[in-house]
């Protein structure tokens, strides 16, 4: 199992931004997939982004070219950094390992764009 810590959100005005962090308890290198997902208030849980361990990366098309997803191998974590934020961004983001044998989430960190 991998325990992931989220942090990084907050409350911010459109158009701005903000970078998630997501510290995990063990090497990333061993995870298939590290992800960021999303679920607003009575929506389902969305893929934001996604990076493989070999580095491959993938967005959902609502944030292509405003989010991006990177990793320090080092400290094993992963960042999203959000750009050009709009109010439908307004959501609980969580962090995702994606192993062989399991599917590990964090609590989530809370993101609010408003003015």
């Known amino acids: 199992q991998v325990q992931l810590v989220e942090s990084g959100g907050g409350l911010v005005q459109p158009g701005g931004s903000l970078r998630l962090s997501c510290a995990a308890s063990r090497s990333i290198l061993g995870i298939n997939a590290m992800g960021w997902y999303r679920q607003a208030p009575g929506k389902q849980r969305e893929l934001v982004a996604a990076?493989?361990?070999?580095?491959?990366?993938n967005y959902a098309d609502s944030v292509k070219g405003r989010f991006t997803i990177s990793r320090v191998i080092a400290k094993n974590t992963v960042y999203l950094q959000m750009n050009s934020l709009k109010p439908e961004d307004t959501a609980v983001y969580y962090c995702?390992?994606?192993?062989?044998?399991?599917?590990?989430w964090g609590q989530g960190t809370q993101v609010t764009v408003s003015s």
């Open positions: 990076i493989t361990s070999g580095g491959t990366t």
């Open positions: 995702n390992a994606l192993r062989s044998s399991s599917s590990d």
